[in-house]
């Protein structure tokens, strides 16, 4: 490794080292340097490299934590859970049909007031038995309580699972976060990632503390009490209430994350890509952001206006300012790497969302189209890009146009 030292402000200097990892790896040195203390294991494709990786981190020394490997994935979850509330910072995760295999425990885990922070390697649903990416099995918790976020890079993976202890741990939260990072396209990517030193994660990243609700025998508390049913309204409505202001919590985690790294992300919620005087816009998550940048590169030399919008947060849905965002262009293309069969319109979960908030918060309201691609880990091409824009700059001119269109199909 190279050490580096980056411009920064004055009485402020930072010490970082590059490295060349993949995203699961950086995961993995995130939680090193979150000093987590109870890391739950159960290997399933291709989120195991994580837990690969941090088991020889544990075993060279390199990493002191309790590292436990669990009969299956609905256990590791309740280790972790149970860890959490008696004041361990956590780690866990897994992929497709194993973290469908936890859904009690991560059903359970909001309710509770517990700050796990989960990674998720985004995989295909069985059957039929697929290991490529598809985003259906972490968007499978999104009306549960949990904060769900996306990343399209290993120095994205890394800085933003330090963002999310800090964000899950916040007193005003205290709520579990999916870190998903999308199977192989990233987990076993490699690239260049900048590591922060320990004494600056230190700085940026308070020890977890749970003050009263750590589950004690000096501090006598209930954890997972049996309400009853004229109860269960009030304690729906306090958590609730972290949702109204989880935005306002991940902006100032952010801005200090900017402040002590010296790295910025802008708006914390989504990124543009060259949207500025584009007449229509594509908007989707992951690592599909790299060939649709490819592609609108390649248009925008044709002269062709495109731009591009790459959600990073999903739960929250910051809806007034993807609306406002939104509403400037023509038409937008949503390109979803997931399905909701039945949904309004036989759309995908983002394009759905993303019309309601569009419904609700602009002041315009431009067609919508949606297009279902990349399934089970089949690439997003760039022909696959320039058929999109081609529809959705029909649609901009007033041609109709179908809602929702899979692109890619054979036969």
Same mark, same amino acid.
């Given at each position: ?39 739950t294991a ?21 990493m ?47 309710a ?20 490529g ?5 972490? +968007? ?6 949990w ?6 890079s ?18 005003r ?40 609700l ?12 049996q ?30 994350f ?11 919620f ?11 816009? +594509? ?22 206006k ?8 999903f ?22 790497r ?39 880990g ?15 700059f029909?649609a ?6 179908p809602?929702?269109?899979w ?5």
């Open positions: 490794m190279a050490t580096i030292t980056l411009p920064v402000e004055e009485k402020r200097e930072v010490q970082e080292q590059e490295a060349l990892i993949t995203g699961a790896e950086a995961i993995a040195i995130a939680c090193k340097l979150a000093d987590v203390d109870v890391v159960y290997p399933i494709r291709p989120y195991d490299t994580v837990m690969q990786y941090m088991s020889q981190l544990v075993a060279d020394g390199e002191d934590c309790e590292f436990i490997v669990a009969e299956g994935e609905h256990s590791q979850f309740e280790i972790v859970k149970h860890a959490s509330v008696c004041g361990a910072r956590v780690f866990c995760g897994s992929s497709g049909v194993g973290w469908m295999y936890a859904m009690e425990a991560l059903t359970v885990t909001p509770l007031r517990v700050p796990m922070v989960a990674m998720v390697g985004n995989r295909a649903l069985d059957d039929p038995g697929a290991f990416v598809e985003h259906n099995d972490a +968007l499978a918790v999104r009306d549960l309580g904060l769900l976020t996306w990343v399209d290993a120095q994205e993976a890394l800085d933003t699972a330090l963002i999310a202890y800090r964000v899950a741990e916040d007193r939260m205290f709520v579990p976060l999916a870190l998903s990072c999308d199977g192989a396209f990233l987990t076993h990517s490699q690239a260049l990632v900048k590591i922060p030193s320990a004494e600056q994660v230190n700085k940026f990243l308070p020890r977890y503390e749970r003050g009263e750590l589950l004690h025998p000096d501090n006598v508390i209930s954890v997972a009490p309400a009853n049913e004229d109860w269960v309204m009030e304690i729906r409505r306090q958590n609730y209430r972290v949702t109204e202001r989880a935005c306002d919590v991940i902006r100032e985690v952010y801005a200090d900017e402040k002590r790294f010296g790295r910025k992300y802008g708006n914390p989504f990124e543009e890509f060259m949207t500025q005087d584009a007449e229509v816009v +594509l908007l989707g998550m992951g690592t599909m952001s790299t060939p649709v940048k490819v592609a609108v590169r390649k248009l925008r030399e044709e002269g062709k495109v731009g591009f919008v790459r959600l990073r947060w739960r929250p849905f910051a809806g007034p300012e993807i609306a406002h965002c939104l509403e400037r262009f023509q038409a937008i293309g949503v390109i979803d997931d399905f909701s069969f039945g949904s309004p319109n036989l759309s995908g979960v983002v394009a759905t969302e993303l019309r309601s908030a569009m419904y609700t918060g602009a002041s315009t309201r431009p067609p919508v189209l949606d297009f279902i691609c990349g399934l089970g089949r690439e997003v091409t760039v022909p696959d890009v320039e058929a999109i824009t081609q529809s959705v029909e901009a001119k007033g041609k109709a146009q809602l929702t269109q692109i890619g199909l054979r036969g």
